[in-house]
């Protein structure tokens, strides 16, 4: 699959030429009146063959309350014995020749230090267009409006904050075809797809117009349309515990093309390298362009050179409300003058540039204060752990997504919390060394009760912390073989109130904690000496364990009939003799534990899903044997047998849907309550079902409920 890509700082700047529309400036000159797109492919055409350049990058994005436009080609980074102020390097130079020579004279043209750290390296939703054709295209083939005209204008109402990136390059010189890329990147608070379930809900609500829309006439397709073709669809699942309509991204099954295909089209859709391309400007085609090619799609568009128009506009746009405003981690790009290439000659005082909000005396591309500098970091709120490397680069990848971050309240378990644009707040875990199953479990279980939060949003250094993660949330407990009792985890947390804290001998075994449907027990020893009511909170065990209690220097250790055993007047020797009892890790969550979560790990690159296309079987010989099988699983793990109940299968299925979800990419959309009643005859000791609508099993506890 495709690797994950960090810019680093120093490749998110290059030169530019910034283009300022005057519309009032201009002559009778043939230049001057032709049309924006065509000297704009002109300008291109000529800088790629005259001088050579290898690609020629058009920009356009809202900077303020305008839409800007720029041209760069890549350059050699400036040395101390080559760098002068406000000298161009040599391929700007000979872009802004081709520049002056072809645009219309009401273009102004100054050259521009284009510093993207302000955007964040963050990836954000990026469309590419692709084609399934490899048909070279003219311009008769799309209509007199070029496409991208109509797609800038669609960007530009959305009043969204947007960049629009187009790519021209020498496709085949004797020829003169050229190849154009075409991008489109949502920089918008509340569009994020890095995981599974937050692509389906982007696709579900995204209001930004599709790169496909305008160029029609191309046999498009795009990176975000590939799943779709590539054996995924997108429904509205509406089995899930506690929520009405969940949006969800499936695989058909059987699919048509092999696995592999499926994934790596899914991959595509959301990798990091396209949102990358926009911060560091073009690259030579690698990984991403033999991707597209293994799906038997052109990841650019094939053009004559009289075909060029089609993907170029400048179409001057002023926001009456300003694209970033509401954004706290991502900003407009920061553009600082270097020197001015032409400005019109036709009463150049009385034109007025209306790709700004205002113009300012020369040069027009004075740097714009509401943005940061080059070198600032996005700011990220103090923190717990800030002095972890993990949770400060999780901090800032949260927050240039549009997350405000909080630090923790006090006794709140967890490393800080995120509230997301759409008022979600959730506990975050940062996990860099090892996990421990306990305190992962209690804070999940944390978040699941208290109404200010919505979940638990974990962050692990490396997959395989984010694997252990993914299996205590969807297995928080241990079974026994042929016994109903469930093994809960314990907390690093002794078992405590205020007053008491429960303790053991130093040289005893820990205590191990049994939970059935009505009971939780305290093993110790070989014996269970404690139990209390399973809806009753664990402290309730207090006074049948032996228990220590400080009063003023003194260790008062008590046994469980509430006898003073051991009195103790210095803090080592009463650790040297007893130690606390750890308290469990009490899930709420059984089968759904991954619903209320969700996994990232960083594994030395941006944070990415873990596990986002959990392992499917589409060579399985039927579907209707794999979803039994799964089945099986399920209710092995989650219930136990019985003689005197019976469970509905209606209220199996939220919790099995919740759970197969997670385990396969295959598709859900079937009657899954038949796969249930297939499977739980089969079980040891399960007596055959008596109806179609109830089994012979119950929950091993209830399955959604307090600690």
Not at 4 to 27: C, D, K, Q, V, Y
Not at 539 to 550: E, I, M
Not at 591 to 613: C, F, K, M, Q
Request: hydrophobic share 30%; charged share 20%; proline share 10%.
């Amino acid at each position: 699959m495709l690797p994950n890509f960090e810019p680093t700082p120093e490749a998110l700047s290059r030169e530019a030429i910034e283009l300022n529309l005057h519309p009032n400036a201009g002559s009778d000159h043939p230049r001057d009146q032709e049309s924006m797109p065509r000297a704009l492919a002109k300008t291109t055409y000529h800088a790629l063959t005259t001088h050579a350049l290898p690609v020629v990058e058009f920009l356009s994005m809202p900077i303020h309350r305008c839409q800007r436009f720029f041209l760069t080609t890549p350059t050699q980074p400036p040395t101390k014995e080559t760098s002068t102020e406000g000298e161009l390097s040599p391929a700007l130079q000979a872009l802004s020749e081709s520049a002056t020579h072809w645009l219309p004279i009401q273009i102004e043209l100054h050259g521009v230090d284009l510093d993207f750290t302000p955007l964040g390296t963050a990836s954000a939703p990026t469309e590419r267009l692709a084609t399934t054709t490899t048909t070279t295209f003219e311009p008769h083939q799309y209509s007199t409006q070029p496409p991208l005209e109509g797609l800038l204008s669609a960007l530009t109402e959305c009043g969204h904050p947007h960049a629009l990136q187009v790519i021209v390059r020498l496709e085949d010189e004797q020829e003169g075809t050229l190849a154009a890329t075409v991008r489109v990147v949502d920089l918008r608070r509340e569009a994020r797809w890095h995981t599974r379930d937050a692509e389906a809900g982007y696709r579900s609500t995204t209001s930004m117009p599709s790169v496909t829309e305008y160029f029609e006439a191309f046999q498009p397709t795009s990176n975000r349309e590939l799943p779709l073709d590539y054996g995924w669809h997108h429904r509205q699942e509406t089995r899930l515990p506690g929520t009405p309509t969940q949006s969800v991204l499936e695989l058909d099954h059987p699919v048509q093309r092999n696995d592999y295909s499926a994934k790596l089209a899914a991959d595509l859709a959301t990798t990091p390298l396209e949102y990358a391309r926009l911060l560091t400007g073009p690259k030579p085609p690698g990984e991403l362009t033999k991707a597209y090619r293994e799906l038997g799609v052109s990841p650019w568009l094939s053009l004559d050179s009289e075909a060029l128009p089609a993907v170029y506009a400048l179409t001057p746009h002023t926001y009456t409300t300003l694209p970033y405003a509401d954004h706290d981690g991502r900003a407009a790009p920061h553009v600082t003058h270097r020197t001015t290439i032409r400005t019109p000659t036709n009463n150049p005082t009385e034109s007025t540039s209306i790709t700004r909000e205002h113009t300012p005396t020369h040069p027009a591309s004075t740097n714009n204060t509401t943005t940061p500098t080059p070198t600032e970091p996005t700011p990220i709120p103090p923190l717990q752990n800030s002095d972890s490397e993990l949770a400060t680069q999780a901090a800032r990848w949260l927050t240039e997504h549009g997350d405000h971050l909080d630090p923790l309240p006090a006794d709140t378990p967890g490393s800080f919390t995120r509230t997301t644009p759409s008022g979600q707040t959730d506990l975050v875990v940062v996990l860099e060394q090892d996990i421990h199953r306990g305190d992962l479990i209690a804070t999940a279980a944390y978040a699941d009760t208290h109404d200010a939060y919505t979940g638990t949003l974990i962050i692990a250094a490396t997959p395989h912390l984010a694997q252990d993660a993914r299996y205590t949330l969807n297995q928080p407990f241990h079974t026994l073989s042929g016994r109903p009792e469930t093994v809960l985890e314990s907390q690093t947390t002794p078992l405590e109130t205020q007053t008491w804290q429960a303790v053991r001998p130093t040289d005893s075994p820990p205590v191990r904690w049994l939970r059935t449907r009505d009971t939780l027990y305290c093993y110790f020893d070989g014996d269970i000496v404690a139990s209390t009511d399973a809806s009753n909170p664990a402290t309730a065990l207090l006074d049948n364990l032996p228990r220590v209690h400080k009063d003023e220097n003194t260790w008062r250790v008590r046994d469980a009939t509430g006898t003073i055993r051991e009195r103790y007047t210095t803090t080592a020797s009463f650790r040297n003799a007893w130690q606390p009892h750890l308290a469990p890790a009490r899930p709420t969550r059984l089968a759904t534990g991954l619903e209320a979560a969700t996994i990232l790990v960083a594994d030395g690159s941006p944070l990415h899903e873990h596990n986002r296309y959990p392992a499917s079987e589409p060579n399985h010989p039927t579907t209707t044997a794999h979803r039994t099988r799964l089945a099986e699983d399920f209710l092995e793990t989650y219930t136990i047998p019985s003689t005197t109940s019976t469970l509905e299968i209606d209220a199996i299925v939220p919790q099995f849907a919740a759970w197969v979800r997670h385990q396969t990419t295959e598709s859900l959309d079937h009657q899954l309550a038949t796969s249930l009643n297939i499977a739980a005859p089969r079980l040891p000791n399960t007596p055959p079902n008596s109806t179609d609508t109830h089994i012979n099993r119950t929950w091993r506890y209830p399955p959604h409920t307090n600690p």
